[in-house]
């Protein structure tokens, strides 16, 4: 794992550097269309992306002590060629609910994320490879970033294909 530092001194953590044609890249691939019984690639890395986002939400109830506990929930999309939808739906814990749809191109993008998960917090953080700012926020797991960072890799580099 590749660790850098911002100048908060947060730890940035990247996935595993991945040769996209190499074996292991094919076993990845072999083994998410296996479980999600599919032949395509993309679909496969979009349904497990967003398994993993569903898997590790941050919900208000890991919150604990927080003065406004929020659910944070994410859905991916493909939307057009190149184009990754992100819909994004915060839920304050007065019921109210905000929605956000972003757009992410991903021509010319590096697609190797990096992640945070500070120890202090509830949270992990997937970078965009845009501008660096929050992508998507998850409850604070490393491995769970780790791999959901790898999955978005993959979607990433697949999209980048047409």
């Known amino acids: 794992m590749v660790s850098v530092f911002c100048a908060i001194g947060t730890p940035l953590m990247a996935a595993e550097p991945i040769e996209f044609g190499s074996d292991e890249s094919t076993r990845y691939l072999t083994e998410l269309k296996k479980l999600y019984l599919t032949s395509s690639d993309r679909t496969a890395l979009l349904t497990h992306s967003n398994s993993l986002l569903d898997t590790y939400a941050l919900r208000a109830g890991y919150q604990v002590g927080q003065t ?4 944070f929930l994410y859905e991916l999309s493909v939307t057009a060629p190149g184009e990754l939808r992100i819909r994004e739906e915060v839920r304050g814990s007065s019921g109210g609910v905000a ?8 021509f010319g993008l590096d697609p ?8 202090q917090g509830a949270s992990c953080i997937i970078n965009s490879p845009v501008d660096g700012l929050p992508l998507v926020v998850i409850l604070r797991d490393p491995k769970g970033a780790e791999e959901l960072a790898k999955a978005l890799s993959f979607l990433i580099r697949n999209l980048q294909k047409g």
């Open 68 to 71: 406004n506990p929020q659910d």
């Open 99 to 106: 929605v956000r749809n972003r757009s992410l191109s991903v």
């Open 112 to 119: 190797y994320l990096q992640y945070q998960c500070p120890p």
